[in-house]
C-alpha cells in the first residue's frame, strides 16, 4: 500500500490542522492505521492510532483532548484533525498501515508508511 501524507505547515500556538494521509493499493478498508511524529533529536513516537473499521480509536497522552483521528474508508484516506496545537507538538508526522494484529503503538508494528509531513508550531 502506498500512502500519502498532506497538510502539515506553520501555525501559532493555539491553532488547528488537519493532516490527510492518502492511501492506494492494497484494500485500504482492512487495514489498522495511525500517525506518527518526529521532532529533531528526538526518538518516533505514536500519536493516535484507529482500526479498521474506524470504531476504535486511541491517542497519546499527549494529544488526547485536542486531536482527532478518522478514517473514510471509500475515500481510502484517514485523517488527523489537531487543536490547541502547542510548540511542542512541532514535528514531522507520517501516517502508517499495517495488516496485522499486534502492538498498535509502536513504530515497528507498522509495514507501511508515508514520506512525513511537517507541522511547526510558533508560540
Known amino acids: 500500500v502506498q500512502l500519502q501524507a498532506s497538510g502539515g505547515g506553520l501555525v501559532q500556538a493555539g491553532g488547528s490542522l488537519r493532516l490527510s494521509c492518502a492511501a492506494s493499493?492494497?484494500?485500504?478498508?482492512?487495514?489498522?492505521m495511525a500517525w506518527f511524529r518526529q521532532a529533531p533529536g528526538k526518538e518516533r513516537e505514536f500519536v493516535a492510532g484507529?482500526?479498521?473499521?474506524?470504531?476504535?480509536?486511541y491517542y497519546a497522552d499527549s494529544v488526547k483532548g485536542r486531536s482527532t483521528i478518522s478514517k473514510n474508508n471509500a475515500k481510502n484516506t484517514v485523517y488527523l484533525q489537531m487543536n490547541s496545537l502547542k510548540p511542542e507538538d512541532t514535528a514531522v508526522y507520517s501516517c502508517?498501515?499495517?495488516?496485522?494484529?499486534?502492538?498498535?503503538?509502536?513504530?515497528?508494528?507498522?509495514?507501511?508508511w508515508g514520506q512525513g509531513t511537517q507541522v511547526t508550531v510558533s508560540s
Open positions: 502508517a498501515a499495517k495488516f496485522t494484529s499486534g502492538n498498535h503503538y509502536s513504530p515497528a508494528g507498522f509495514a507501511y
Open positions: 493499493g492494497r484494500t485500504f478498508s482492512a487495514s489498522h
Open positions: 484507529i482500526s479498521w473499521s474506524g470504531e476504535s480509536t
